[in-house]
């Protein structure tokens, strides 16, 4: 591959300068006293319960139509204020209900004195499915008008359990030194993958609808690895929705998170369409192609709001490189070992 040892030298270096900046420098900066309390106000029913616990909540539902739900009032801030929510939490067996909203979440509501201002950016996770333990956080403006606010732990009309932990909403402001260095990190890592694609360009020259897939691949790749949080959420749920995600019958088929078969695929297709183009080179290359957009694709989302760099991604997104990799070079030795067995 053209350009080998170049992509190789940068990767290293804007590895070692993500990792850097994303150590030294925070996104958001507390300018307040801690506003939760723990002071939670909740009702259960025969089919659901919460569990206030020392650090946290635990939540439980056996029943669609009531869930479980958890509120408390916090202190008033003045309008244009910034709040940060902050939590780990991970759930599990949670089975959506009806609506797109229907699931696990961690919730600031906005009340203006009438109602709820549902309108207003409110959700800072929703769940479904099971997860392990991760910190999730999400900054809100709090808007004119509003008159009090409340943090709303709930499973809202959906089943399963709920387990939050280490729960923290305070006044923030974003660094600005965060923002040049977020945003110079990420046109490095964009033009970076651009010389990554052009790179593939002059692979394989005479075959021009190989070359066509293999970019295509990458553009999916990188189109769904780098999507903000909130984007990634509304077409995994609306991909849920389209194929029933939560029914029994396709879990039967496919028991992972659906974002994790996206990872798989989409990285078997791309080392499969790699070890085409690559047929002459050595398999290392090819490994250590897929490793350097495996990781590349990982350490960018350290600096894209709402993702978070997993080394779990990165091993499923290498074991689907590997393994299309795999597959096709046996095929094509297979069928060169029947070719020569016929001639």
Same mark, same amino acid.
């Given at each position: /591959? ?10 290293i ?41 020392e ?21 008033m801030?003045?309008?244009g204020?910034?709040?940060l929510?902050?939590?780990?939490m ?19 509501a ?6 709820d ?12 499915g ?18 009090s ?10 089943t399963?359990s ?6 923290h ?6 660094n600005?030194?965060y ?11 964009g033009?970076y ?26 553009? $999916? ?9 909130? /984007? ?15 029914s029994?019958?396709f879990?039967t ?10 990872h ?12 085409? /183009? /690559? ?14 957009? $495996? ?12 993702r978070?760099a ?7 997104? $290498? ?11 046996a ?13």
């Open positions: /591959m053209p350009l080998f040892k170049t992509n190789c030298f940068l990767f270096l804007l590895a070692i300068a993500t990792l850097i900046s994303h150590t030294r420098f925070e996104q958001y900066v507390q300018i307040g006293p801690e506003l939760q309390t723990a002071d939670w106000k909740f009702r259960t029913t025969e089919s659901s319960r919460v569990e206030v616990t650090n946290g909540l635990n939540l439980f539902s056996s029943d669609a139509k009531t869930g479980a739900s958890a509120l408390q009032h916090l202190p801030v003045k309008p204020t910034v709040l929510v902050s939590a780990d991970r759930c599990a067996n949670v089975k959506a209900g009806i609506k797109p909203w229907n699931s696990a979440r961690l919730l600031l906005q009340n203006d004195g009438k109602k201002r549902w309108d207003l950016p409110h959700a800072a996770v929703a769940l479904t099971t997860h392990d333990w991760k910190n999730y956080r999400k900054a809100f403006i709090i808007a004119p008008g509003i008159q606010i409340g943090l709303i732990a709930q499973l809202s009309q959906s399963g709920l387990q939050i932990k280490n729960i909403v305070y006044p923030v402001y974003e600005p030194d923002k040049w260095v977020r945003d110079i990190i990420l046109l490095a890592w033009a993958f651009l010389l990554f694609t052009g790179s593939f360009l002059f692979i394989d020259k005479k075959n021009i609808l190989v070359r066509f897939l293999l970019v295509s691949a990458f553009i $999916a790749i990188i189109a769904g690895t780098t999507l903000p949080g909130d /984007m990634k959420n509304l077409v995994s749920s609306e991909v849920k929705t389209q194929i029933d995600a939560d029994e019958s879990k088929i496919i028991p992972w998170d659906l974002s994790k078969v996206w798989l695929g989409f990285f078997f297709l791309f080392g499969l369409i790699l070890s085409v /183009m /690559m047929k002459k080179a050595p398999i290392l290359q090819t490994i250590t192609i897929i490793l350097l957009l $495996a990781g590349g694709t990982e350490f960018a989302q350290l600096f894209i709001e709402g978070t997993l080394l779990s991604d990165f091993f499923i997104d $290498a074991a689907g490189g590997v393994t299309g990799m795999i597959l096709i070079r095929f094509i030795s297979n069928r060169q070992e029947n070719t020569a067995a016929s001639t």
